[in-house]
């Protein structure tokens, strides 16, 4: 059973940056796309960003392309976003996702993921 652990949310002002990590045990990191989604208050949840297994290939939302960067250390079994510019409508609960042996194109399909993170909280404001 792979379990997914987010941390480095938080409060930070409009134009500053954040770091989110996702820790990945009980399975193979490096046979799994990951990706994170994220979901504000009465919104769907929707996807940020994907990598690919290898991390050589990855995939953004339009509305965070240029601003968040998805990397993956396979040595660590860890992805990260990093998320720089950032607006109060980049507010929302960020999820870390796993998808076993998908392109980073498909991990925008919700039903293609195997797993979740418990989430953690962004909050973008002054």
């Known amino acids: 059973q792979v379990q997914l652990i987010e941390s480095g949310g938080g409060l930070v002002q409009p134009g500053g940056s954040l770091r989110l990590s996702c820790a990945c045990s009980?399975?193979?990191?490096?046979?799994?796309?990951m990706g994170w989604f994220r979901q504000a208050p009465g919104k769907d949840r929707e996807f940020v960003a994907a990598a690919s297994k290898r991390g050589d290939i990855t995939r953004y939302a339009d509305s965070v392309k240029g601003r968040f960067t998805i990397s993956r250390d396979v040595a660590k079994n860890t992805v990260y976003l990093q998320m720089n510019s950032l607006k109060p409508e980049d507010t929302a609960v960020y999820s870390c996702a796993a998808a076993w042996s998908i392109s980073p194109a498909n991990m925008k399909n919700l039903g293609n993921i195997d797993y979740w993170g418990q989430g953690t909280q962004v909050t973008v404001s002054s």
């Open positions: 009980g399975g193979t990191f490096s046979s799994y796309a």
